[in-house]
T-cell receptor
Framework: AQKVTQAQTEISVVEKEDVTLDCVYETRDTTYYLFWYKQPPSGELVFLIRRNSFDEQNEISGRYSWNFQKSTSSFNFTITASQVVDSAVYFCALQGSARQLTFGSGTQLTVLP | DTGVSQDPRHKITKRGQNVTFRCDPISEHNRLYWYRQTLGQGPEFLTYFQNEAQLEKSRLLSDRFSAERPKGSFSTLEIQRTEQGDSAMYLC?????????????FGQGTRLTVV
């Protein structure tokens, strides 16, 4: 069985602050992929990042960065210099040997001006 | 726009009625997924097609639910004898047939309200 836990239900920050969204996962698969999706009020899930289980190299892409630690089964996501447009629900998801994604319950991020 | 398209965007129905939703995936994508999302929760997997073959169904997909993907193109999800517990956002996603190293692209969903 697979499980994704996002302990932070809601986070509020003031614009230009950095914010980190936490994600912890459980899987018995040795090969798996981890994802972050963003869901703005319009409802469409927008893909942000994908990482495979063999690639623990962390990455920075613009204002986004990811910290994948296999030893702690965590895949955290950081937004630097947050903007109001970053306000959305963010989902962490896991894809193991099955094709479908297992999602966490999401973190509502509100960036205040 | 060549993204995943879902129709209708909103549906209000009376309990006991049947409803059908449509999903048009990205044209070159072989895989198609249906998910259900209730308020405050992440999407939950319902079923998955590879071309026209329905390869997997979740236990969430009761006998009242049926999905089809004729000719491996668009897909329909039908709910018979709707119940209030069926009220949710139904999301469709598609991805290409190239192993696991691909992300799924989601549509904007169909929001179902059963009254």
């Amino acid at each position: 069985a697979q499980k994704v836990t996002q302990a932070q239900t809601e986070i509020s920050v003031v614009e230009k602050e950095d914010v980190t969204l936490d994600c912890v996962y459980e899987t018995r698969d040795t090969t798996y992929y981890l994802f972050w999706y963003k869901q703005p009020p319009s409802g469409e899930l927008v893909f942000l990042i994908r990482r495979n289980s063999f690639d623990e190299q962390n990455e920075i892409s613009g204002r986004y960065s990811w910290n994948f630690q296999k030893s702690t089964s965590s895949f955290n996501f950081t937004i630097t210099a947050s903007q109001v447009v970053d306000s959305a629900v963010y989902f962490c998801a896991l894809q193991g040997s099955a094709r479908q994604l297992t999602f966490g319950s999401g973190t509502q991020l509100t960036v205040l001006p | 726009d060549t993204g995943v398209s879902q129709d209708p965007r909103h549906k209000i129905t009376k309990r006991g009625q049947n409803v059908t939703f449509r999903c048009d995936p990205i044209s070159e994508h072989n895989r198609l997924y249906w998910y259900r999302q209730t308020l405050g929760q992440g999407p939950e997997f319902l079923t998955y097609f590879q071309n026209e073959a329905q390869l997997e169904k979740s236990r969430l997909l009761s006998d009242r639910f049926s999905a089809e993907r004729p000719k491996g193109s668009f897909s329909t999800l039908e709910i018979q004898r709707t119940e209030q517990g069926d009220s949710a956002m139904y999301l469709c996603a598609s991805s290409p047939l190239s192993g696991m190293n691909t992300e799924a692209f989601f549509g904007q969903g169909t929001r179902l309200t059963v009254v």
